[in-house]
C-alpha cells in the first residue's frame, strides 16, 4: 500500500500540484522574496506582526507548523535521499521545495479562506473544510480527516517518539518504557492547554532546538571547512544524474511519510499534505494573502536553510 501511495504517480501530482501554483503565482516565492521575508520575519524585527485576541500569534503558527518538520525529517530525510541519490539529490531537493513554497502558500491561503468557527469559537480549517466549503466535495473532506486520524499515529508521533526514546537508550541507558511514559505526560500537559498552549510551547521550543541544531551543523562545517566547497561541486555536478533526480524528489515527496525498513525515515517539510494548514488557521491574522507568507517561510526555513 506503501508502496502504491508514494509511487511515481503520486510524486508527478506533488510536483504537478507545485509547478500549478508556481506558475499562477508568477514565481512569487523567489521573486516576491523581499516582500514576504519583510511580511513574515522581517516583521518581527520592526514588532510589525498583526497582534489580535482571537487566536494565536502568526509567528507562533509558524513555529508550531515548524515543530513538526525541523527534527528527524531534517537529518533523516537528507540522509535518505543521499544515499538513494547521491550528492546530487540535494539539489534537486532544492528545486523541489521551491515548488513547495508555492504550495503551501496556496493551501494555508486556502486554509484562512474557508476557516469557521464552532460552537465555542475555536477556528475550524483544514483541507477537510476547504474541501467542503470550496469544492462542495463533502466526501472528500470527510475521507481526509479520517486518514489524518489514522496518520496522526504513525508519522504523527511514533518515528518521533522511536527517535528520542532511543537516543535516551544509547546514551543514557534508560528504558525506552519510561521515556514513552514521560513523553506521554509531557505532551499530554501542553495539548491539555488547548492550541494556545501549544502554540506558546512551540514559539520558545522551536527556536531553541532550531538554533542548537544550526549551531552544531555550523560547527561541522567549520571543521571540515576545506571540503565546504569541494561538498558544493559535489552536488551540483551529480545533481543532473537520473539517480539523483529521483533521491531527490524521494527526499521531499514523500515527505513525513514513515517508509518501512527505514524507521526513522522522514522527509523534509509538509508542504502539499495539507496538515500545516489546520495550525496555520488559527492565526489571529484576517488577510488570507498574508498568512499564505509564512508558508512560504515555513518550506524555505525548514528545507532551504534547515536542510
Known amino acids: 500500500i506503501h508502496e502504491w501511495i508514494w509511487g511515481p504517480g503520486m510524486l508527478a501530482l506533488f510536483l504537478a500540484a507545485g509547478v500549478l501554483y508556481s506558475v499562477r503565482l508568477k514565481g512569487y516565492a523567489i521573486l516576491g522574496f523581499s516582500k514576504w521575508w519583510r511580511a513574515t520575519v522581517g516583521s518581527l ?24 518538520t525541523i527534527g528527524t525529517g531534517n537529518i533523516a530525510g537528507v540522509a535518505t535521499a ?31 479562506r474557508y476557516r469557521r468557527k464552532d460552537r465555542e469559537g475555536n477556528w475550524l480549517s483544514g483541507p477537510m473544510i476547504y474541501l467542503e466549503r470550496g469544492l462542495s466535495c463533502r466526501w472528500a473532506g470527510i475521507l481526509y480527516a479520517g486518514f489524518c486520524v489514522i496518520a496522526s499515529f504513525g508519522m504523527g ?14 546514551a543514557f541507558s534508560l528504558p525506552p518504557f519510561l521515556i514513552g511514559i514521560g513523553l506521554t505526560v509531557l505532551a499530554g500537559r501542553i495539548i491539555a492547554g488547548g492550541v ?48 539523483s533526480v529521483s533521491g531527490g524528489i524521494a527526499g521531499f515527496g514523500v515527505s513525513k511519510c514513515v517508509r518501512f525498513g527505514i524507521a526513522r525515515g522522514v522527509f523534509s517539510n509538509e ?24 508558508g512560504i517561510f515555513e518550506v524555505f526555513a525548514d528545507t532551504m536553510v534547515v536542510c
Request: with cysteine; net charge positive.
Open 45 to 68: 524585527w520592526k514588532g510589525k506582526e498583526q497582534k489580535s485576541g482571537e487566536g494565536i500569534s502568526q509567528f507562533q503558527s509558524a513555529c508550531t507548523a515548524l515543530a513538526a
Open 82 to 112: 543521499l544515499l538513494a541519490g547521491g550528492p546530487g539529490a540535494v539539489f534537486w531537493m532544492w528545486v523541489s521545495a521551491f515548488l513547495g513554497m508555492a504550495t503551501a502558500y496556496g493551501e494555508t491561503e486556502l486554509g484562512i
Open 157 to 170: 508521533s511514533m518515528v518521533q517518539a522511536n527517535a528520542i526514546s532511543e537516543t535516551f537508550e544509547f
Open 196 to 243: 494556545r498552549t501549544i502554540a506558546r510551547t512551540a514559539e520558545k521550543m522551536v527556536p531553541l532546538s532550531a538554533g542548537i541544531y544550526m549551531a552544531a551543523s555550523l560547527a561541522v562545517m567549520v571543521v571540515f571547512r576545506k571540503h565546504v566547497l569541494a561538498a558544493f561541486a559535489m552536488i551540483f555536478k551529480d545533481a543532473f544524474s537520473f539517480s
Open 271 to 294: 508542504a502539499g499534505l495539507g496538515s500545516s494548514v489546520m495550525v496555520h488557521s488559527n492565526s489571529n491574522v484576517k488577510e488570507p494573502v498574508r498568512q499564505g507568507m509564512w
